[in-house]
């Protein structure tokens, strides 16, 4: 499976500043996705990176807040803007093997707002 | 869009027991189930995957079900050892490669 680092693995930061996230992928994807998952809760999908256009934002994930970079198939970046404790989290980038055609998760991280 | 219900919600099993994990799912058009497994502070492992032209999927001690009539799918752990404690995810989408819309996970305590 693809190699996908994840940076930082964790910070904590003050709020009403924004944060960026940073993904790499050890090989060309096609589909990357940033998922948050929210203390002791599930995965909810943020949105898909797509290559060399706008991101596709699922309900309730807007660009303004959370926006998403995507310019090659091999890096992306989320940035949480104008942060708030509410968005305490882990942020999980994610890519679909070309091999297998199935989702593997980066190492996270974990985002602490105060 | 899909919704997917993962019961129970906390599972306690004594070390050698069987334990299962049920999911149902609501979008007909939804063709690929995997489980992942979350251990503390780490990142989810996809664990077993099947597709809807199978009813079932074996991989040593895990096993998973589909029932696509009644659009329910469950995973089967047997003979199960503490290191199984985690927090398992089942999902669902329309493809391989596609979104996934994932449960709201299982604690499984595997008591020694």
């Known amino acids: 499976s693809a190699v996908i680092s994840q940076k930082p693995s964790r910070d904590i930061c003050q709020r009403g500043t924004s944060l960026t996230i940073q993904c790499q992928v050890d090989s060309q994807v096609t589909m990357m996705f940033w998922y948050r998952q929210q203390p002791g809760q599930s995965l909810t999908l943020i949105a898909t990176?797509?290559?060399?256009?706008?991101?596709?934002?699922e309900s309730g994930f807007v660009i303004d807040k959370f926006p998403i970079s995507r310019p090659n198939l091999t890096f992306s970046t989320l940035t949480v803007s104008n942060m708030s404790p509410e968005d305490s989290s882990i942020y999980l980038c994610s890519v679909v093997d070309r091999v297998g055609e199935k989702l593997f998760f980066g190492s996270g991280t974990q985002l602490s707002v105060l | 869009g899909e919704n997917v219900e993962q019961h129970p919600s906390t599972l306690s099993v004594q070390e050698g027991d069987s334990a299962v994990i049920k999911c149902t799912y609501s979008?007909?058009?939804?063709?690929?189930f995997p489980w992942y497994k979350q251990e503390l502070g780490k990142r989810p492992q996809l664990i077993i995957d099947i597709r809807s032209n199978v009813g079932e999927k074996k991989d040593q001690r895990i096993a998973v079900t589909l029932n696509k009539t009644a659009k329910h799918f469950s995973l089967h752990i047997t003979e199960t050892q503490p290191e199984d404690s985690a927090v398992y995810f089942c999902?669902?989408?329309?493809?391989?490669?596609?979104?996934?819309?994932f449960g709201a996970g299982t604690i499984l305590r595997v008591k020694s």
């Open positions: 979008d007909s058009a939804s063709n690929y």
């Open positions: 999902a669902a989408s329309r493809a391989r490669g596609n979104k996934l819309v």
């Open positions: 990176a797509n290559q060399g256009s706008e991101a596709t934002y």
